[in-house]
C-alpha cells in the first residue's frame, strides 16, 4: 500500500511545487507592478469586471477620476464615456490609451484580448491598464545613488526631485543653498540621461530603485 501512496503523491508533491512556483512569481510581479504604480483591471466581453488587482483599487480610491459602478468602469470627467471607448476598442481589436484628470491623473492602456472557444462567456476580453505619479513613501536615494553614480547628497536631491519637490524646496530638505542644488542638478541630469526635471521622475520612478 505504502508503494502505491508513493506513486500517488510524488506527481501530486510535483504539481503542488509547481503551482507554489507560479504563486510566488505571480506575487513577484504583482509586487512590482505596484511598487511602479501599475494596476490592472480584467473585463469580460461586456465590459464587466470579472478581476481587479490591489494597485487597481488604490488608485480608484487615490486619484478620484475612475469609478466602479454596476462592475463597469466610468470616468468621472465629462466627455469620456469609457464603456463605449472600452467596447470600441474590442471591437476594433486595437489597444487604445486614454488620459483622465489633469496632468496629476492617471492615464489607462486598453488592451483587447483575442476571443477564445474555451473562454466561455465571463472569459477575459480586455485588460485595463492604470499608471500615474504616486509619492514616494520611502527613502530610496541609496538605490538611485549606485544606479547613477550619484554622491550621497546627489541621490538626496535628485529622489526629492523625483518626488515632486522644486529645487528651492529640495535644497532646503537637505540644508544646501539653491545654487549648490541647480550645480548639482546639471550633473544628475547628465548622469541620468535627463534634461528636465519631469523626465527626471519618469527615469527614477520607472527605474528598478522604486523595488525595494
Known sequence: MCERLARALVPALS???ALLDRAIETQMYRRAADLLSFGVIALDSGGIVVGI???ARRWI??????AIRGDRPHALQRG????????????AGEAEAIHLGDADGIDLLLVPLDPRADAGPRGVRLMLYLSGRRPLRRDISA?????FGLSDTQARLATLLASGRTLAEAAGDIGITEQTARTYS???YARTGTTRQGELIQRILTSVAVLD
Open 186 to 188: 546639471k550633473d544628475i
Open 15 to 17: 504539481c503542488y511545487a
Open 53 to 55: 488587482d490591489d494597485a
Open 80 to 91: 469620456i464615456d469609457l464603456p463605449q471607448r472600452i467596447a470600441a476598442a474590442m471591437a
Open 61 to 66: 480610491d487615490e486619484a478620484g477620476v475612475l
Open 143 to 147: 538605490h538611485v545613488g549606485t544606479l
